[in-house]
């Protein structure tokens, strides 16, 4: 079941009782059972962790836990579309509950024991959140590698770089991608902050001051697969600050998406025609047949512009008085979801990438008229004639002027009309060596003349390639014993809770 059929499923409900007010339940209500939509299993293991913990320091009675156990395995078998959820309840942890009384009454009595309502239903906020945090790092590391991919393709691909969309240098296609690769990888680094911060539990507090009761939080904790412990009880409770750092991070994620998605959208168009995305990501005109729209990259502009007003209402939220509930209900729905629409703009955006088609060609004419050689120029006659900087760059600004207005090719500037230029503004001629000037109108020897850490050059290229395929490597291979990890805690739970159970 989908989110959209699901809150169609809630929306469908009809209540009969004059108890809540009606408003109540068709708003708040409704909000916070939905819930359990991305709490629905995260919290039936949340209540296995805390009765086997309960039974283990013989808090509970071994017996009613077993049959408790057993209860809460039943719940945890039943698809999602077919459970109980009743709006009248309030929440989707009142519906277990409830589910759980019917099934055995007397049992499901012990449920409660040291534990408060938000506390169990954190547990499933931070499991579902961690889960989502880790699907994107995976999500990112395949984009990552993409890039890369592409940048090896396109090592030898000279463009013009651009600047305030103006031609600025020339450079390769490979440069241009790795300068996203980078900030992903920053990314990559901020999630895995994230995650290390919010896989901690707030299990076995009892409330905000904590418990009389002899309660394991470790124990909950291993059991869970968490890191550790949040320490403080209240802290535990209430941590406002933990969903505005990740949608913060999810957000800016987006956006240094969103900066290659303008770009390609603007290269998409037939003044650039640098590039050709594939049919599968466009969606035709209904009435320009000559149109092919790039709706994805819209799409990913436009989710990217959502997603900062969901940070900001992250923002909002937190900022109440401590101990508020408002700063978490709402955050249980839209964190998720928009973690969700993440992955999957990451995934969008992958595929883009692997499938769109360079037009070399096209990018290599742009030289003819760009005047992207200037600096360049400029840097040849300060070292050929010791000239300061200053000087040479206002000598090259009135020879591109001079060029531009005669419609003269950069190619075709030679040592002469360098001269005519030099002695108009400074009284001599410069004469530089000619070979020196038709080097630094090279295109391809301007980029690899870019020997530097940093640069554009192929040395310089494919060692940033093998640094950052480093880089994603070492995520990739946090990122999979961490998965393996939580994946054997959640297996072993389910078996405690069978033995424990007696099935």
């Excluded at 390609?264 to 599968?280: A, P, S």
């Excluded at 940070?311 to 998720?336: C, H, K």
Aim: hydrophobic share 40%; charged share 25%.
């Amino acid at each position: 079941m989908d989110y959209t059929n699901f809150m169609n499923s809630l929306y469908a409900k009809k209540e009969s009782k004059s108890y809540p007010a009606p408003e109540l339940l068709d708003s708040a209500f409704r909000l916070e059972v939905s819930s359990a939509f991305y709490f629905f299993h995260e919290l039936s293991l949340a209540d296995m962790a805390h009765v086997l913990m309960l039974m283990e320091k013989d808090i509970i009675p071994q017996k009613a836990g077993s049959r408790l156990l057993k209860t809460l395995l039943k719940a945890h078998n039943i698809p999602l579309s077919e459970f109980p959820l009743d709006l009248s309840l309030g929440d989707f942890y009142n519906c277990r509950e409830s589910y759980l009384c019917k099934i055995d009454p007397e049992a499901s009595g012990w449920q409660r024991t040291g534990r408060a309502r938000r506390e169990a239903t954190n547990i499933a906020f931070l499991k579902a959140v961690r889960k989502r945090l880790i699907s994107l790092i995976e999500s990112h590391e395949n984009f990552g590698y993409t890039l890369l991919k592409k940048a090896k393709e396109h090592i030898h691909t000279l463009m013009p770089d651009y600047t305030y969309l103006q031609q600025a240098q020339p450079t390769t296609f490979a440069h241009y991608l790795l300068g996203f690769v980078y900030p992903l990888i920053r990314d990559l680094s901020r999630l895995y902050c994230c995650f290390k911060r919010i896989n901690r539990s707030p299990g076995g507090l009892g409330s905000v001051n904590g418990s009389r009761l002899p309660l394991d939080r470790k124990r909950v904790a291993d059991l869970l697969g968490f890191d550790g412990i949040i320490t403080h009880t209240r802290d535990a409770m209430w941590q406002a600050d933990i969903p505005i750092e990740i949608s913060s991070c999810a957000t800016n994620l987006l956006i240094n998406l969103d900066r290659l998605a303008e770009d390609l959208q603007i290269w998409h168009t037939c003044e650039f025609n640098f590039i050709q995305l594939d049919k599968k990501y466009c969606r035709d005109s209904v009435i320009m047949p000559q149109k092919k729209n790039p709706y994805s990259l819209a799409y990913l502009r436009g989710l990217t512009n959502m997603s900062i007003s969901g940070s900001t209402a992250m923002f909002s939220l937190g900022r109440t008085p401590s101990g508020q509930p408002d700063n978490r209900i709402f955050a249980y729905v839209e964190l998720p979801r928009l973690l969700d629409q993440t992955i999957k703009a990451v995934s969008l955006m992958t595929g883009i990438v692997n499938s769109l088609k360079v037009n070399e060609s096209v990018m290599s004419e742009k030289f003819i008229y760009g005047y992207t050689q200037a600096t360049d120029i400029a840097e040849v006659i300060m070292l050929e004639t010791g000239l300061p900087y200053r000087t040479a760059h206002n000598i090259v600004q009135k020879l591109v002027e001079k060029a531009k207005s005669e419609n003269i090719p950069a190619i075709d500037i030679s040592t002469e009309i360098i001269d005519q230029i030099s002695k108009e503004l400074l009284g001599f001629a410069l004469n530089i060596p000619a070979q020196a000037v038709i080097d630094a109108l090279n295109p391809e020897k301007i980029v690899a003349a870019r020997k530097g850490i940093g640069g554009a050059s192929k040395k310089s290229v494919q060692n940033m390639i093998k640094d950052c395929q480093n880089e994603i490597a070492k995520s990739q291979k946090w990122r999979e014993h961490t998965q393996e990890r939580i994946k054997k805690a959640r297996e072993d739970l389910l078996d405690l809770t069978k033995k424990a159970a007696k099935i």
